[in-house]
């Protein structure tokens, strides 16, 4: 598989664009960009790249989320392409396809499991390799530092989820890459993401003993 990172230097503010490709070129590889950014750039560095020969230079577009950083290009990229387009979200105008959890696409040369992650969008996705290793997170937070701020029960379940996965590489809506120790910063937040919860729980069973007795027997307020 080869990634290409579109946006890498570009001189407005987009999101990251990925062309995925197959290693070889196959006729067999589905050529696609994880989302679209918005810089216009993107079209020749697409056209001056090594796409392989018999098909689109753009097979399909997946959308991370619908954020117009992410997906401003997109009238212009089924212009010149004539890509087929997947999003999350069902209200998305120009998704040709919607995606839901679970579901599987082929990038490039390799099979990708879509894994819903709200909370930075209620149509936030990330897509995840097994055999590669490899997650496109688009803007899901995944990197928690911190342990006092409450979070979400689904995204909550969405990093957990995520957690589950052996990942060596992750590759973000902004910013670099990331190709070593993936497990363990993602458990390191999953821990800082449940530490309020978890504490909340510990106050309300400290608090429920004051109340009704350690054996949570409320007889006593009954005299």
Do not use: W
């Amino acid at each position: 598989m080869k990634i290409l990172n579109l946006t890498k230097n570009s001189k407005i503010y987009t999101s990251n664009v990925f062309l995925v490709l197959g290693s070889h070129n196959a006729i067999e590889d589905t050529n696609t960009l994880v989302d679209v950014g918005r810089d216009p750039a993107v079209i020749d560095k697409i056209n001056n790249a090594s796409t392989g020969v018999g098909k689109k230079r753009v097979g399909q577009v997946i959308l991370t989320h619908s954020h117009y950083d992410h997906s401003t290009l997109l009238p212009i990229i089924r212009e010149v392409f004539n890509p087929v387009v997947y999003a999350f979200s069902p209200f998305f105008e120009g998704a040709d396809h919607i995606l839901k959890n679970g579901d599987h696409l082929k990038l490039g040369d390799s099979i990708f499991e879509i894994i819903y992650t709200p909370g930075h969008s209620n149509d936030s996705i990330c897509l995840y390799s097994e055999k590669k290793g490899i997650l496109f997170a688009g803007d899901t937070q995944l990197r928690i530092r911190t342990a006092d701020v409450t979070y979400e029960e689904n995204y909550i379940k969405a990093v957990s989820e995520i957690s589950r996965r052996d990942i060596r590489s992750i590759y973000f809506g902004h910013g670099p890459d990331m190709h070593s120790n993936c497990n363990e910063m993602i458990h390191e937040s999953l821990k800082n993401i449940r530490s309020p919860l978890e504490k909340e729980q510990k106050l309300i069973k400290s608090l429920d003993k004051l109340a009704f007795g350690e054996f949570g027997n409320p007889a006593i307020f009954a005299k």
